[in-house]
């Protein structure tokens, strides 16, 4: 069979596919109050079409999906998409990364779907005011409340907390403490400085040394060695049920085991979070591609990797990277 072998020897094997561009809250971080231009329905790619995609991807050898948005749980049916992709037999692992605020209800479902092994809970503040203000939305009871279910279901749970300059950088401790007693992986996002939609400048640069210390300050931490393409650097604390992790989402320490490609929910494939797009897969299978041709294209597309996030971000053409920061913890 063959691989997805780029040109520096990585292996893909890990795909993150984004259900939707929607979501329910409106982070101030990730878009303005009213929102973005969200796109026309028939833009987007179908739960058929996605399937298929990720069909052929698993046929290259990627047994490992993580399912993102948006918020994945805003589309319509997307339960029913789950229940779908776990009959793909060479698929592995169905992960999914949501803000929680929809999927208190259907936990117990989830549970039942073997493959869906981890969950990515975005979070990033324990404070309900704080939480609020920060999404735009009053969903912080049900989010916690979600939080304490998932933690006590069969699936993995991690948090996703990008950490912002001056506005939840003092809670750090504060998320560490939960894994004293809860089997939760925190992970902290090193915040990016996005660009082009409003946001606020940033006073301090929290980089992973800078929340790695501030951590050190409380907590004496362990290094866990974590897998080659963990986008983590995790750390254990005596007696702590869970663990910590700090992503260096900004500082791109972590391209070498890369090990993912992307797809946006209107069919973009993308070697690099800091691409731009290489390549519309929606047009192409809409204009009557055969799965071999599909095949093929991969095959071609993943030669074009590029070596690391830097180099992606050099090549882009239009502008700067968009992708939301609660997305790309993993
Ligand atoms: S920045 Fe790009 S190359 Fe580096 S780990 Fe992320 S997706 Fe892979």
Known sequence: MSKLIDNFGRQINYVRLAVTDRCNLRCQYCMPAHGIDIVPRKELLTFKEMYRLIRVLTELGVNKIRLTGGEPFVRKDFVGFLEMLSFNDLLEDINITTNGALIYNHIETLEK???VKNINLSIDSLKADRFNEITRRNVFDEVYKTMEALEKSNMNLKLNVVVQSG???DEINDFVRLTKDKNIAVRFIEEMPFNGKGQREMQENWTFKKILNEIKKEFSVEEIQSEKSS???????ENYVG????????????CNDCNRIRITSTGTFKNCLFDDGVFNLRDFIR??????????LFLSLIKEKPENGFIAEANRTKGNV????????G
């Open 231 to 237: 986008t983590s650097r995790n750390f254990s604390i």
């Open 322 to 329: 968009s992708e939301s920061m609660s997305t790309i913890g």
């Open 113 to 115: 779907l073997k493959k």
């Open 167 to 169: 506005i939840n950088t």
């Open 243 to 254: 663990s910590v992790g700090i992503i260096p989402a900004f500082t791109r320490t972590i």
């Open 287 to 296: 204009n009557g591609a055969s799965n071999d041709d599909l095949k093929e």
